[in-house]
């Protein structure tokens, strides 16, 4: 342990920070974007408009939603979208393959089920916090609002939009014992009566404890809103996303589990591994009050990413003479992506029946180019494959021959176009005070182009998918839900990132997931609220190998299914909990092409376990403590290389050094747990890090 790092994780001990004051939450809007109010620091969240489209309460609505405030974000810095999901129950994280945010959801993996204010995000990247308010996941299938995909669930964030209340200006600043720095500033000032302008920004330099591994990345993100009159307004936004940095695939395994003794070892070559994405969003919302009771809503985005990343890596285990196989390659990816939606919203009752009418339409239009350019090793060492695979010494540093990135077998060279046009109905209903029901519709005409470069070659497939959804609320008092639910998604055959289509491919009917959910939603206390979900989710028309070789089928099957608890909020005042445990099983239930029946799904631990507390000893002093524990799980679908359970406990210390300034302090596996949090495969092996520290100085004017 470098002395640093010692004299930060040390520091975290003392009574160095302040209770989290709410920066960002002082003077923000409610939820139906009109009120005003200041509140205080918080870990519970009451309404949501990401569930249906429309505002409404967390308890009417029939679904596990597991919201991380912008608060709980702060309080525990958490600086990535794998910090933020590990302490969601029933989601854990992926590698991404060192480039990108992969998560699985109830036992489904995806790269792309993830959203801004509604509007897909699909693009493989690393997704940062800086403009965000909170961040939602709501899980099971949500086509019926997000459409295609999103089997196990979605991810969806929630920006910071303007206050025209009042101006205000705050900025953070932090660094932690391996050397990486981090800066956010967010700037308000209400311009007009009717204009207000809103900035936030950010810079961070990444170190960890690996060997090599570093990178910078920063964003900007400009939001102006127009009230044109008091039943029209206009949000503006465009943002500009960078982020360089060294691609890291982890260790490998041996004999059935992470190899041992090289937690911070790099393999793979310095200069060759690295990513470097860039992104332009642009967004324009208008909303418009037609009377208290109708309203319509459209949200217009359009982005651009460029994104390309190379890497060597480990493509096998530690061998029996001591070596390891080794490949390469380059992957660019170009998409441009425009989104249109529209949603207008009619309150209106019939009888003794009260509705919220939802009815809209999103087009889409999405344009990849993406490349898979194949490392060779040309230097004479040995080599299968055709040159691609080289077996080299396992060993710290790790000597890997020089490689040549060009045209070869294997090679990929495609473009997609992906056209959606969908259209939806949703009615939430309210039977009295007690018996809420809400059924909705959706229809996504799906169209996928595929041209293959290489071969000339041109497949295109279109769906026509219904996406019902219905659920059932009963409220027996109104702080206490009961609710049964059904959904369905689906995703086509070509994958969440629809690169590979071919004609066996094409033919294929697209996956599908149903899920049958039960759940209670309880406000123990006005700020402190209880979860808990029951839930089956299948997963069909996945692929096996057909009878003729070569020839693929829709024979495969899933089931996932479990228990998810949470509880959030403030137990007293002072002390605020986040809390949550799913006990989940996943596993394969007829025959896929990856695996036979009965294999487990990788990366789905039976048992996790989070929990977090802030206590305020007095006004200008916290401290916080906190853990989670995630039982074995498998690496891949193979089964054949274990992730060993672990538990990590994290702390921190909170001051107040004046009206304006505060200081806190976090440490991150205080009791220095050897563990592997996660993998992308049986050989890129993630390793966590040791006891570190970071200090954060907040202020606000």
Request: hydrophobic share 40%; no cysteine.
């Amino acid at each position: 342990m470098t002395v640093t790092r010692l004299l930060l994780s040390t520091a975290a001990l003392l009574p160095l920070a302040a209770p989290r004051a709410a920066l960002a939450q002082a003077g923000e809007l409610l939820a139906d974007d009109q009120a005003i109010i200041v509140t205080a620091p918080q870990y519970a969240e009451g309404r949501t408009r990401s569930a249906t489209k429309t505002d409404t309460p967390l308890n009417d609505v029939p679904q596990s939603v597991a919201v991380v405030t912008r608060d709980l974000i702060d309080d525990q810095a958490l600086r990535s979208l794998a910090d933020v999901v590990r302490i969601v129950p029933g989601v854990t994280i992926g590698q991404g393959e060192g480039h990108r945010d992969q998560i699985t959801i109830r036992g489904n993996n995806t790269t792309a089920d993830f959203f801004v204010d509604g509007v897909r995000d699909d693009v493989q990247y690393f997704r940062s916090f800086y403009n965000v308010e909170r961040v939602e996941v709501l899980k099971g299938p949500n086509a019926m609002i997000f459409g295609r995909g999103g089997g196990g669930g979605v991810v969806n964030r929630v920006s910071k939009t303007p206050n025209p209340a009042r101006g205000f200006n705050a900025l953070a600043v932090s660094a932690d014992s391996h050397g990486a720095v981090f800066a956010e500033g967010d700037a308000n000032a209400p311009l007009t009566d009717a204009a207000t302008l809103r900035i936030n920004a950010f810079y961070e330099h990444l170190e960890n404890h690996r060997d090599i591994f570093d990178g910078d990345r920063f964003g900007i993100n400009p939001t102006l809103r127009i009230g044109l009159d008091p039943a029209t307004d206009i949000v503006l936004s465009y943002e500009y996303a960078d982020d360089e940095r060294v691609v890291d695939r982890g260790i490998p395994s041996q004999a059935g589990r992470p190899v041992a003794g090289f937690r911070d070892s790099f393999f793979g070559v310095e200069g060759v591994n690295v990513s470097d994405f860039r992104a332009h969003v642009a967004k324009l919302t208008t909303r418009h009050d037609f009377s208290d009771a109708v309203s319509i809503t459209n949200k217009l985005s359009y982005a651009d990413y460029d994104k390309a990343y190379q890497n060597a890596f480990l493509a096998t285990s530690v061998q029996t003479n001591g070596t390891v196989g080794v490949e390469a390659y380059r992957d660019p990816t170009q998409r441009r992506n425009l989104f249109s939606q529209t949603d207008f919203t009619w309150r209106v009752s019939t009888g003794s029946l009260a509705h919220v009418i939802l009815i809209g339409n999103e087009l889409g239009d999405q344009s990849t180019r993406n490349a898979r350019i194949n490392g060779f090793f040309d230097s004479g060492v040995p080599t299968t494959s055709s040159g691609r695979r080289t077996f080299v010494a396992f060993a710290d540093p790790i000597a890997i021959p020089p490689i040549s990135f060009r045209a070869g077998a294997g090679n990929r060279d495609v473009k997609t176009d992906a056209d959606v046009l969908a259209l939806y109905a949703q009615d939430q209903i309210s039977l009295g005070a007690h018996i809420d029901v809400i059924a909705g519709i959706r229809y996504d005409r799906f169209r996928l182009a595929v041209a293959d470069r290489l071969t000339g070659q041109r497949f295109a497939r279109t769906d026509d998918l219904w996406s019902p959804r219905l659920g059932f609320v009963w409220k027996p008092v109104e702080a206490a839900s009961l609710y049964a639910s059904y959904s369905r998604s689906y995703l086509p055959q070509s994958g969440d990132q629809f690169l590979s289509l071919d004609p066996s491919l094409a033919a294929l009917e697209p996956e599908r997931f149903e899920n049958y959910e039960l759940g209670i939603k309880w406000d123990v206390l006005a700020a402190l609220n209880v979860t808990a979900a029951l839930y089956q989710l299948d997963r069909d028309n996945t692929r096996a190998a057909g009878p003729t070789p070569g020839t693929t089928v829709l024979t495969g099957a899933q089931r996932s299914k479990g228990i998810e608890l949470g509880l959030n909020g403030e137990v007293m005042p002072g002390w605020r909990v986040s809390a949550g445990y799913a006990l989940q099983d996943a596993e394969i239930r007829r025959t896929t092409t990856a695996a036979p029946a009965g294999r487990q799904v990788p990366q789905v631990p039976r048992h996790q376990l989070t929990l977090w507390n802030h206590v305020e000893v007095t006004p200008a002093l916290g401290f916080g403590l906190g853990l989670y524990h995630q039982s074995r799980s498998f690496a891949s679908i193979s089964n054949a290389v274990v992730l060993p359970a672990y538990t990590r406990i994290d702390a921190a210390v909170y001051y107040k050094l004046s009206d304006h300034f505060e200081l806190q302090a976090n440490v991150e596996n205080l009791t220095d747990e050897t563990y592997f949090p996660t993998a992308h495969n049986d050989n890129n092996i993630s390793t966590g890090g040791p006891i570190a520290g970071r200090l954060t100085l907040r202020a606000r004017f």
